[in-house]
């Protein structure tokens, strides 16, 4: 099996190339970062228009990488949400495009279940396993049953973890992206030298909030007076600041664990993906919590944690073999929650 995955849901155009012997035979990223920087965030207009300009080359490209012609495609998946509408729109038209031009069924994934996914890409990971989902939009606990059945344990109520990661860097003043550079600053940084809160920490469930501890890390800030950032003291806010995200995931994640040993005595896997599972302090503490509840930590390569089509292309063959292609009418979804039981409010 063969499957062309693209994805656009957010800054990022990619085109990838997937057989089902878990072969990654092209994988490209065209990522808009120097089109945003200007603006500090993601300016959807500005990506949409990007996707547009790059989608049709990059599939071309991958394509060629892959030494694949379209007649010998067994499938095309494309995102079709959650994420800037516009940009999904361009993902999933040219998708339905080429699964129409060539007869091919059609993977509609939802972007989230590509992360979800993932790591059984990386690997024979049996189902069912519990997944922490962390990234620049969403931060979630999940149980995936199987491809297409998903319990969700807990969300956010309020910021993403990677979001978090992007603000408290720009209050840094560290480079955008800001997860990356966040990450990097820390590493010299003392964890412990500024006592940061850790919300929801020792509460029941497995819900998570950031932004009381991102608005901490603005008012330490403050308090140190202008002039106080320093390399030293910058370092020293990254690293107390990842530390309190990573006892919280932690925490969060040895509940989830906790449900998820009840409902599957058998299983044993916990995987983290998304963008922010690219952070190694973070993916080191959450494999100790992992071992210490008896479960194995996995987590893709970072470069299959953050936003690719690798993943997509992986969730559409998962799909397909499952027998869940899609129509060509089915629509793009600025928001769409994995699990429906979740309800659309809390996407
Ligand atoms: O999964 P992703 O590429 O896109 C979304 O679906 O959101 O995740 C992007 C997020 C950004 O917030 C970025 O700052 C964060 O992942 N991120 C990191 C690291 N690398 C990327 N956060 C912390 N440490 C990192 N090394
Ligand atoms: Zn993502």
């Not at 030494?67 to 095309?76: A, R, Y």
């Not at 807990?154 to 997860?179: C, H, I, N, S």
């Not at 890390?217 to 308090?223: I, K, M, N």
Request: proline share 5%; hydrophobic share 50%.
């Amino acid at each position: 099996m063969i499957v062309l995955g693209i994805e656009s849901s957010c800054d990022e155009t990619a085109a990838a190339v997937v057989t089902g012997e878990r072969e990654i035979l092209a994988s490209l990223v065209l990522s808009q970062i120097d089109e945003h920087r200007p603006y500090g965030g993601v300016v959807p207009e500005i990506a949409a228009r990007a996707h547009v300009e790059h989608l049709d080359t990059m599939i071309g490209r991958a394509m060629a990488e892959a030494s694949v012609g379209f007649g010998e495609l067994d499938g095309v998946a494309a995102t079709a949400g959650p994420g800037l509408i516009g940009g999904v729109i361009v993902g999933l038209m040219t998708g339905k495009a080429i699964a129409a031009a060539h007869e091919l069924p059609l993977a509609a994934v939802n972007h989230l279940e590509g992360h979800a996914l993932a790591p059984r890409l990386c690997g024979d990971f049996p189902f069912p396993y519990l997944v922490l989902l962390v990234s620049g939009g969403h931060c979630q606990l999940l149980i995936v049953e199987r491809a297409g059945a998903y319990v969700r344990l807990g969300t956010t109520l309020d910021d993403a973890a990677g979001e978090a990661f992007d603000k408290v860097a720009k209050t840094l003043g560290l480079d955008y992206p800001g997860g990356p550079a966040l990450e990097k600053a820390a590493r010299n940084g003392d964890p412990t030298r500024f006592d940061l809160p850790r919300p929801m920490m020792g509460r029941a469930g497995c819900n998570f909030s950031f932004s009381g501890l991102k608005t901490a890390v603005v008012h330490r800030l403050r308090d140190l007076g202008e002039g106080a950032l320093d390399a030293a003291t910058r370092a020293g806010l990254a690293a107390s600041f990842q530390a309190a995200v990573a006892d919280v995931l932690c925490d969060r994640s040895a509940n989830a664990i906790e449900v998820m040993a009840e409902r599957h005595p058998e299983a044993r896997g916990f995987a983290v993906s998304g963008g922010v599972a690219a952070n190694a302090a973070l993916r080191a503490a959450l494999a100790e919590t992992a071992e210490a509840n008896g479960f194995t930590m996995t987590a893709p390569p970072p470069w299959l944690c953050t936003d690719n089509a690798a993943m997509i292309a992986w969730a559409g063959i998962e799909r397909l073999r499952a027998g869940l292609a899609d129509g060509l009418d089915v629509p793009a979804r600025a928001r769409w929650a994995l699990d429906p039981g979740a309800g659309l409010a809390a996407v």
